[in-house]
Structure formats: structure tokens, C-alpha cells
């Protein structure tokens, strides 16, 4: 973990941010907020503010395809490599369920950590 964390703090800062929409939903991300909170709050992002259509459309309630969504946050990296592992497979196994099931599934996995070094935003 050290050495992804080494890694991110030799990437370029921008002092750009990723937008008022993001910064909201990093607002509770970023906060010691429950699990489900967290997830609730990148949900209404994904909903409302992402580039991407499908996605969008997934992340609305009772859409299809269903939305899986896996958010590491500080106490999960804190615990280290092995803990997020396990984090991210129980997410990806419950997608791959659905998916094999014959729901279309979409999976999104994302770190939320302030101890974290924050990368400059893509131009893409």
C-alpha cells in the first residue's frame, strides 16, 4: 500500500478540482459516514454527474443494468493490502452473481481517503 500511496504523491496537482457535483458527493465520501452513506452519496453522482450514459442509467434505483459499487475508504487502507483485497472481492463476487444470473450488472469500485494523495483530474 506504501508503495501505491508513494506513487500517487509523485503525480501532478492541480489546483482545477473536479467540479462542484463531485466535491459534494466527496464531502460524505471523504467523511467518517457509514458504508452506506457513502455509497448512497457516490450513487447520486453516478446518477446525475458522470460522463458516462450507461453508467448514469445504472446508477438510478431499480435500473438496468444493476449497479455494484465498491467504496475503499481510509480504515480499509489503513487495515492493508490483503483487507482491500477481500473488500473489493466481496463487491465483485455479488456483480459477477448478478451477471452470471442474466442481470446485466455494472460494477464501479473507488478510494475515498484524505490521508491519501489526490492525483490531478484527467483532461479526458
Known amino acids: 500500500m506504501n508503495d501505491i ?33 457513502k455509497w448512497a452519496a457516490l450513487l447520486t453522482w453516478l446518477a446525475a454527474g458522470q460522463p458516462c450514459v450507461f453508467g448514469r442509467i445504472a446508477a438510478r434505483s431499480g435500473a438496468e443494468p444493476e449497479l455494484e459499487v ?3 475508504d481510509a480504515d480499509d487502507l489503513e487495515r492493508g493490502w490483503e483487507h482491500v483485497t477481500g ?10 452473481s448478478n451477471a452470471m ?24
Request: aromatic share 4%; hydrophobic share 35%.
Open 101 to 124: 444470473g442474466g442481470r446485466p450488472a455494472v460494477c464501479r469500485c473507488c478510494s475515498a481517503a484524505r490521508s491519501w494523495p489526490t492525483p490531478h483530474p484527467a483532461r479526458r
Open 5 to 37: 500511496r508513494a506513487g500517487l504523491a509523485g503525480l501532478p496537482r492541480s489546483t482545477a478540482g473536479f467540479g462542484p457535483d463531485m466535491e459534494r458527493a466527496q464531502e460524505v465520501l471523504l467523511s467518517g459516514h457509514s458504508r452506506e452513506a
Open 70 to 72: 465498491c467504496v475503499v
Open 87 to 96: 473488500v473489493v472481492q466481496h463487491v465483485r463476487h455479488r456483480w459477477k
